[in-house]
Nanobody, 122 residues
């Protein structure tokens, strides 16, 4: 089983940047792909970005392309989400999770973390 812990969230002004981290432990090789999802109040959890083990396959939601960058450090067992040009619509709880492949829908993922809150003020 894989355990993940997200960190790096906070309050930021519109136009600002944040970098989220997702530290994985346990049987990390059983879930070689990692994904970021987010959930705004009153909305369903949605896909944000995903990356495979080697970093050669990356997927982004259309809403974050060109603004967010997913990366990973396999020595540290950590996946990052660099977020720039943040706007109010990016507000929500950000979760990371593991999967076999970098899919864009949440049913392929498990080993969810508790999430980290990102709040963008206008």
């Amino acid at each position: 089983q894989v355990q993940v812990v997200e960190s790096g969230g906070g309050l930021v002004q519109a136009g600002g940047s944040l970098r989220l981290s997702c530290a994985a432990s346990g049987r990390t090789l059983s879930r070689p792909a990692m994904g970021w999802f987010r959930q705004a109040p009153g909305k369903e959890r949605e896909f944000v970005a995903a990356i495979n083990w080697s970093g050669t396959t990356i997927e982004y939601a259309d809403s974050v392309k060109g603004r967010f960058t997913i990366s990973r450090d396999n020595v540290k067992n950590t996946v990052y989400l660099q977020m720039t040009s943040l706007d109010f619509e990016d507000t929500g709880i950000y979760y990371c999770a593991g999967a076999l492949w970098p899919r864009t829908t949440l049913e392929y993922y498990d080993s969810w973390g508790q999430g980290t809150q990102v709040t963008v003020s206008s």
